[in-house]
């Protein structure tokens, strides 16, 4: 089965600095998507960055910014000057065949 | 703008009962994706619909049966509930051609006692 890994469980960050978060990813396919979501304490699923493979370019969305790394199949997120409303679980996904695969999460923890 | 729109937004069943999950998606879009999050997991794909045919399908129990209408809005239909049935059901919608792009609604706790 092809998956999406986070090594990361559980991080924490001081409000203002910056985290990275770490994706990997398995896949045979050229042409695929992928996405970093976001669930809150409410568990809204709530899109933050998305990045086509056939770009090389990072895509960044304010504060939000991937590392995209094509051959390694690494997909990480930076998160800078982080706020208290940051703190969440954080999904790594992957998109195939218009279906999503998720990494088992990250929980981020933000301190004041 | 519009958001996913799911109901209920919480449901309690007992062991063996029935239950219906209703699904509107995003103005204009026209697939539709459910998915399944158990306590503590990462959301599990179940079956999606792209105007109104099955599109993909994954982990999906013989006991759960989807349909998406010509409005474009899906049901999940569940029946012979189990008590491992609670978790959290998200639908999703996109457009389809627009880079699998998928924005999914608030979600339907389901609690199966």
């Known amino acids: 089965a092809q998956t999406v890994t986070q090594s990361q469980p559980e991080m924490s960050v001081q409000e203002a600095e910056t985290v990275t978060l770490s994706c990997t990813y398995d896949?045979?396919?050229?042409?695929?998507?992928l996405f970093w979501y976001k669930q809150p304490p409410s568990r809204q699923m709530i899109l933050v960055i998305r990045?086509?493979?056939?770009?090389?370019q990072n895509a960044t969305e304010n504060r939000f910014s991937v590392n995209f790394q094509k051959a390694a199949k690494s997909f990480s997120l930076k998160i800078s000057d982080s706020q208290l409303g940051d703190a969440a679980m954080y999904f790594c996904?992957?998109?195939?065949?218009?279906?999503?695969?998720f990494g088992k999460g990250t929980l981020l923890t933000v301190n004041p | 703008a519009a958001g996913v729109i799911q109901s209920p937004r919480h449901l309690i069943k007992e062991k063996r009962e029935t239950a219906t999950l209703k699904c509107y998606p995003i103005?204009?879009?026209?697939?539709v994706y459910w998915y399944q999050q158990g306590p503590g997991q990462d959301p599990q794909f179940l079956i999606s619909?792209?105007?109104?045919?099955?599109?993909d399908k994954g982990s999906i129990p013989d006991r759960f049966s989807a349909q998406q209408f010509s409005d474009y809005h899906s049901e999940l239909n569940m029946s012979s509930l189990e008590l491992g049935d609670s978790a959290l059901y998200f639908c999703?919608?996109?457009?389809?051609?627009?880079?699998?792009?998928?924005?999914f609604g608030p979600g339907t706790r389901l609690l199966v006692l």
């Open positions: 999703a919608s996109s457009l389809q051609g627009a880079g699998e792009t998928q924005y």
């Open positions: 896949t045979s396919e050229s042409d695929y998507y």
């Open positions: 990045q086509e493979a056939y770009k090389q």
């Open positions: 996904a992957r998109g195939s065949n218009y279906k999503l695969t």
């Open positions: 103005p204009r879009h026209d697939t």
């Open positions: 619909f792209y105007e109104k045919m099955q599109s």
